[in-house]
């Protein structure tokens, strides 16, 4: 008696039944398990790009919210994205010279000066990328996506090399190097390769 009273005051959840003493199990138990498997497939862990990719697109359609009047998907054309872009500019952290400061053109100026601060080429181009990317995963269609339009792309290109010359930052040259060179070496190879060596190239 002593026994099964001591069980029936440590176990929680208990009740008696016919003289029997039965105990349930704590419900934490459960709970803990349960919130556990409910848990995991739920929150899946997302990468970082996927995470950013998120974080943009969340960001862009706040933009689109925000307009007067507000723009919804649908409407949107490259025009609001070119806007977006622009607006992104009063956040960003890369000084970019004017035409008539003293740093101009050069990659590592020895002061500081107050040209305005914009979003880095580099910065705006994974941007593009990604948003591209989300507009169709969110039911846009490819033929309709304002992220991959050409004026983008040609908006791109002119913060780029307007970058390059501000900063000093030969982008250009950079590109147009590496492909020449590796033709005229593979020209001067073939000049003077034997006809093995053709072969071993043609397969």
Known sequence: MM???????????????????????PPNNHHRQSSLSSSLPS???L????????????????YLKNQRPPVSLPQCNYNHVLDFLRYLDQFGKTKVHLHGCLFFGQPEPPGPCTCPLRQAWGSLDALIGRLRAAYEENGGLQETNPFASGAIRVYLREVRDSQAKARGIPYKKK??????????????????????????QST
Do not use: C, H, M
């Open 47 to 62: 990468s970082r790009y996927e995470s950013q990719k998120r974080r943009d697109w969340n960001t862009f359609g706040q």
């Open 175 to 200: 590109k147009k190097k590496k492909r020449p060179n590796l033709q005229i070496k593979a020209s001067n190879n073939n000049e003077g390769a034997t006809s093995s060596s053709f072969q071993l």
């Open 43 to 45: 929150t899946p862990q």
């Open 3 to 25: 026994s099964s009273e001591k069980i029936r005051e440590v176990g929680e959840g208990s009740s008696s039944i016919g003289g029997v003493i039965t105990i349930t199990p």
